[in-house]
């Protein structure tokens, strides 16, 4: 037992964080960064948390991720790290020489008070900024929110630079949230079938899922373009996926720009997904194309002639609250239990929402933001599931209880697939669905008796 | 064998310009020195600058003091709660990534490495202090798991804001009674590189926990192996030869550790320094208090095994024990090198490059040269200048205000347990048999004349060696696995192997020939271009038939 020490009876803990379901802001403003063309993201505070970063991103892509430091020391953490940021921006510029550099704090940098818009200023003023490049900086305090937060932030940073010009650029913004290169891709695949001028930002795709060419590009032909995110400004509206993940740049772009927003959820399984095409129908003013229309009847279809192994099963699921509103909507909607769910980000509508969602299944249900995988695993013990949906560190979880595991969110360390196979959408929900009966089905194969082992399922 | 063309093609000093061309003067100047062609043989290897600050802006290898010492040294131990004090992200990126392999059958039944645990610091503790938070969550801690020992890490944060971790440790200690509690102040801004982490993770276990065990070794032949961080099982595989060999390993610094283990490393008769960079502060420490000496070994590679083995027999002198070891070894080497003249065909005359650590870039060279193949270029990510020229330059090595910061800890012998194991006469008479004690050649003389040896290789450089040299392997960490893969070169892991493992002792070496085979033989390489890549011109139609 990998996870022998974890006793069934739950004791409430008020200081202490075991086996967390969150990480810190810095590394979701780096991902979000990787999602802007010819940017490198630089990290402002002691070199240990880029390095840090660097490791899970790259782990959970199995690509090269650039990112630089200011690699603090202990003078700079006493005096402050301005010195530090101004010589790492004349050295990358000069060596790596990408359009872009996205600047994020750390916990390092907050603390001691370095000014970002000020040490930027002192940069454009000692020319170390050459003509037509671009800093961006995002405040990403390690100790409040989560990795989520500071993927927001990252964004926010982004939809600051938005210029109102004089005119509509016929476009609708969309701000995918933290999803998938895959997914960015599938969200851009379902505007065009519906005739939707698309502006993405961020848009990892082709930057995260990049093909072996026997040539290594520190900065691929992909991302958000910089003139792109600048003429944001000008867009008819934005639709944001997710509360959490891009909320906050779509209300700034509303205020700075006059482009209304809408917030949508991620558009995971079923519902989230006709929610988002309906959104795209009545912004295209347009009908709904039958090639959508035939992915929905397929998703449908298999719900229905699967319904039986889906129908009752309890769900533990642990992960970041806009995919779990999804997922846990998903569920609910094929008849599933959800009947745990951690995040660790904080917010107290999640667990309103959640509530409202999990109503319809008239049953209790354990919900906790700011909660941990410590817990969830105690839930478990204390009322067993069928399946458990979450990152590659529920695989300890899923040993111990014998539970099938579903991987799906954020790191994935042990399997493929993620980057380059989409969850969102109609299509999204179909993979979704196969990856779940899988992880059902095979465990039926696995446990059932000899005489009741059975060829057709 | 030869170098490849393209190396022979290029003088090293040609390649050292061209690292450099790219760099701001002032850049330029300073990885000049951290930059040395391997010219003078023999008695005075040339001088390299080690151990000094990282570039702001030049993406670099290195990680940070805390993951040196939470990440490194007491990331392996199993029954030690280890609890992070600060913004979750620190505990979260050192949860399980190191492929620390434990069998959790120890002393105690106890394996923490499972778990996660943080004071997850919010915004409040940084205004207000966090060290009520951190006592209620070593209570909480103590309350559910009842370990032996709790150890506190620090990040950045709490050395700005002042939260004294050792107070706190020290008051709950007291507290509980049947719990060691102690902390590490091992802020990630400090020190250059996770170099500074290791000393500050040596210091800390030495002060409160070597020498605290109740228990009483009584083999005959006890070690301690320090420096063996268990990655893949390499510590399983060496301490499945030692066992065959008689020789009983009581304490591992630190793969697959338990708190009693390191508590009884006083009562062992040598230690034996594996990676000298991150533990040679406790050999030496080990010897001053106890008085157990020190020798270096090497686990990687067959030859480089037996021939630790043989020192460890030889300091013993015992003629049983030699006769044992060298039993051993006849029995393990046949399938060694059978395996080895397997692969030989088709790795001899490869090349590699090793950018790693600050020991696996000179002990893996040892396996490589087993297979006949030749490494263009290495270089340590935070090792000091006596990893590279030596322990002889020490006296020599300026102190820079970096360094000066990280406690030198003063330690006495012992009044009680202080016992020289050999006699002055009888260490002398051994060094004269050709045994050396607290010694170490560094990387430097292991390295053929004219190669490159780079410290603190960054992003730029890596590339461009690539690109110039066109080794068959690179060798470095996962973050510079996928750029250079995505070159067409095949890639191995150095820190965690990748998924392999293990490779030390001689089952090991077997498991790296394979595994070298596989990467430098691999096809897949050969599918970067597609067939009609290769006659791009339309020369006719096809005619289908």
Redesign the interface.
């Known amino acids: 037992m990998l996870l022998r020490h974890t006793p069934q009876e739950i004791s409430e803990r008020s200081a202490l964080t075991i086996n967390p379901a969150k990480t810190c802001q810095p590394i979701g403003a780096m991902y979000a960064a990787l999602g802007i063309r010819g940017c490198l993201p630089h990290s402002h505070g002691s070199q240990g948390c880029c390095a840090y970063h660097r490791s899970t991103l790259t782990r959970h892509y199995k690509e090269p991720i650039s990112a630089a430091t200011s690699s603090f020391t202990e003078g700079a953490s006493v005096f402050g790290g301005q010195a530090n940021l101004l010589q790492a921006i004349d050295n990358i510029f000069t060596v790596y020489d990408p359009e872009v550099i996205a600047v994020h704090t750390t916990c390092l940098s907050e603390t001691i008070g370095d000014d970002l818009p000020q040490i930027f200023d002192k940069a454009h003023k000692e020319k170390k900024v050459p003509p037509g490049k671009t800093l961006i900086g995002a405040p990403t305090p390690s100790y409040v929110g989560s990795h989520v937060t500071g993927f927001s932030n990252m964004v926010k940073a982004m939809a600051a630079m938005a210029e109102k010009g004089e005119r509509k650029n016929g476009k609708i913004n969309i701000i995918p949230g933290w999803v998938e290169p895959c997914d960015m891709e599938e969200i851009k695949r379902l505007a065009a079938l519906l005739g939707v001028s698309v502006n993405m930002f961020p848009d990892t795709s082709g930057v995260l899922n990049a093909p072996m060419t026997g040539e290594y590009r520190m900065f691929p032909e992909a991302g958000a373009t910089i003139a792109d995110i600048r003429d944001s400004g000008n867009a008819l509206g934005t639709l944001a996926l997710g509360e959490w993940c891009s909320a906050e740049a779509a209300r700034l772009l509303d205020s700075k720009c006059k482009v209304p927003c809408s917030i949508l959820d991620l558009p995971f399984g079923l519902s989230a997904t006709d929610r988002f095409i309906d959104a795209l129908r009545t912004i295209a003013g347009t009908v709904v194309p039958e090639e959508v229309m035939v992915e929905r009847g397929r998703l449908v279809d298999m719900i229905a002639d699967m319904h039986q192994y889906l129908y009752g099963r309890k769900v533990a699921l642990v992960g970041d609250p806009d995919q779990l509103l999804a997922m846990t909507e998903f569920l609910v909607s094929i008849d599933m239990q959800p009947i745990h769910i951690v995040t660790g980000t904080p917010g107290k509508r999640f667990e309103e929402r959640i509530a409202e969602i999990t109503a319809p299944m008239g049953r209790p249900v354990n919900v906790r933001a700011k909660g941990d995988m410590f817990l969830l695993h105690q839930w478990i013990k204390n009322e067993g599931v069928d399946l458990l949906i979450g990152n590659t560190y529920c695989k300890y979880i899923a040993r111990d209880e014998d539970l099938p595991l579903v991987r799906w969110g954020f790191p994935i360390l042990d399997r493929q697939g993620h980057q380059h196979f989409p969850t969102v959408g109609y299509r999204g929900g179909l993979r979704l669905l196969e990856q779940m009966l899988g992880a059902l089905l095979d465990r039926k194969d696995r446990d059932d008796p000899e005489s009741q082992f059975e060829l057709v399922l | 064998m030869a170098p490849t063309d393209s190396a022979a093609r290029r003088p090293p000093q040609e390649i050292k310009e061209k690292l450099l061309e790219?760099?701001?003067p002032k850049?330029a100047r300073k990885r000049a020195q951290q930059i040395m062609i391997n010219e003078a043989q023999g008695t005075t290897p040339p001088e390299i600058v080690a151990n000094v600050?990282?570039?702001?802006?030049?993406?670099?290898?290195?990680?940070?003091?805390?993951?040196g010492c939470k990440g490194v040294i007491m990331g392996p131990t199993s029954d030690i709660v280890n609890?992070v004090h600060?913004?979750?992200?620190?505990?979260?990126?050192?949860?399980?990534?190191r492929r620390n392999q434990t069998d959790a059958i120890n002393d105690s039944g106890?394996?923490?490495i499972?778990?996660?645990?943080?004071?997850?610091?919010?915004?409040s503790?940084?205004i207000f202090g966090g060290e009520k938070?951190?006592a209620?969550?070593i209570?909480?801690?103590y309350?559910?798991?009842h370990p032996k020992a709790i150890a506190v890490f620090a990040?950045?944060?709490v050395?700005?804001?002042g939260d004294d971790i050792h107070a706190v440790a020290k008051r709950m200690k007291e507290e509980f009674g049947d719990c060691n509690v102690f902390a590490f102040s091992c802020?990630?801004?400090?020190g250059?590189?996770q170099s500074a982490g290791h000393h500050i993770a040596n210091n800390q276990v030495f002060t409160h926990v070597v020498g605290k065990s109740e228990t009483v070794k009584t083999d005959k032949f006890k070690i301690n192996l320090l420096g063996e961080y268990n990655i893949g099982g390499d510590g399983f595989e060496i301490d499945r030869i030692l066992d065959k060999c008689g020789i009983k390993n009581i304490s591992t610094f630190s793969g697959n550790a338990t708190y009693d283990k390191f508590a009884s490393a006083n009562q062992a008769d040598l230690s034996c320094v594996m990676c000298h960079r991150s533990i040679n502060y406790v050999a030496d420490m080990l010897e001053t208090r106890y008085g157990i000496p020190w020798i270096k070994v090497n686990f990687i590679g067959a030859a480089a095994t037996a021939k630790s083995l043989r020192k460890i027999a030889q300091y013993f002198n015992d003629a049983e024990l030699t006769a044992r070891v060298e039993a051993v070894i006849a029995e393990e080497m046949p399938e060694v090198e059978k395996v080895c003249q397997e692969v030989y065909p088709r790795t001899a005359g490869k090349t590699a490059m090793l950018f790693v650590g600050g020991s696996r870039a000179h002990h893996y060279q040892e396996l490589f040269k087993e297979m006949g193949m030749k490494t263009l270029s290495a270089g340590y990510e935070f090792g000091h200048r006596d990893d590279y020229e030596g322990r002889q330059v020490l006296p020599h090595i300026k102190v820079d205000?970096?360094s000066r910061?990280i406690e030198e800890i003063e330690v006495e012998p012992d009044p009680l347990l202080y016992k020289p194991r050999k006699s002055e006469e009888e260490k002398a008479a051994l060094e004269k048999e050709g045994l050396a004690f607290k010694e170490y050649e560094g990387l430097n003389p292991a390295m053929d004349p004219g190669t490159l040896v780079v410290d603190d290789l960054n992003?730029?450089e890596a590339?461009k060696l690539v690109e110039l040299l066109k080794p068959d392997l690179f060798c470095a960490?996962?973050?510079e696995?996928?750029?250079?893969?995505?070159?067409?070169i095949p890639m191995k892991q150095l820190h965690s192997y990748d998924s392999g493992g293990p490779y030390a002792g001689f089952r090991g070496a077997i498991n790296f020939y394979r595994e070298i085979d596989r990467l430098v033989n691999s096809r897949v390489f050969g599918y970067?271009?597609a067939p009609w890549q290769e006659n791009p011109e339309l020369s006719a139609t096809y005619v289908w038939e």
Do not use: H
């Open positions: 790219k760099y701001p850049v600050r990282t570039i702001p802006g030049i993406i670099t290898m290195r990680g940070c003091t805390y993951a609890l600060g913004p979750i992200g620190c505990s979260f990126y050192a949860w399980l990534t106890a394996n923490y499972t778990y996660c645990m943080s004071t997850d610091m919010q915004d503790d940084i938070k951190l209620a969550a209570r909480e801690a309350d559910l798991f990040t950045c944060p050395g700005l804001i802020e990630g801004y400090k250059v590189s205000a970096d910061n992003q730029y590339e960490g996962i973050k696995k996928f750029s250079i893969m995505k070159m067409g970067i271009r």
